[in-house]
């Protein structure tokens, strides 16, 4: 059998005692002093989930004890939503969704209620849809005009 490494520490006697003083293993002699390094007890040991990058608890006095609750939310930014989105197959209620969304970021606004991102979505689609059907129309009565003015020349000179 080869003899173990010598950078390796010396195994103790079978009948040692194991809660007797350590045996020095040369490694005492690569730190400051020639001391052993410190042990960690209970005592000095941080409280769990302490430190820097610890996740807040209940009892952190930073968001106090029990303040865990959704903000309700604004019924106007629901209405506001679902109603531009329905403008997108009936197409006159956009201007309704658009309306309803203001009226819901002000009372968000004051009431501190949730739903912000919902009344914006309201006011994007329903002015958007507004948008197009104010064009539509627009551009349905210039096409008209137009259609009459020619058709009605070339029918009289004829």
Known sequence: ???PPSWLPTPEPSGSDPFASPVSN????????????PVAHPVDAPAPGAGPYAAPGP????????????????G??????????ASL???????VGLILG??????????GTGGR????????VGALVTLLIV????????????????????????
Request: charged fraction near 10%.
């Open 26 to 37: 040369g490694y005492e002699a690569l730190l400051p002093g020639g001391a052993p390094p």
């Open 76 to 85: 106007l930014a629901i209405a506001s939503l679902v109603t531009s989105l």
């Open 102 to 111: 203001i009226f819901a970021l002000r009372a968000i606004r004051r009431d």
């Open 135 to 158: 064009a539509f129309v627009v551009i349905a009565i210039v096409a008209s005009t137009m259609f009459a003015a020619t058709s009605g020349t070339a029918g009289l000179s004829t």
């Open 1 to 3: 059998m080869s003899t």
């Open 117 to 124: 991102g919902l009344a914006i979505g309201g006011i994007v």
């Open 89 to 95: 197959v009936v197409g006159i209620s956009a201007p």
């Open 59 to 74: 009892a952190d006095p930073q968001y106090g004890a029990g303040d865990f609750y959704a903000r309700p939310t604004n």
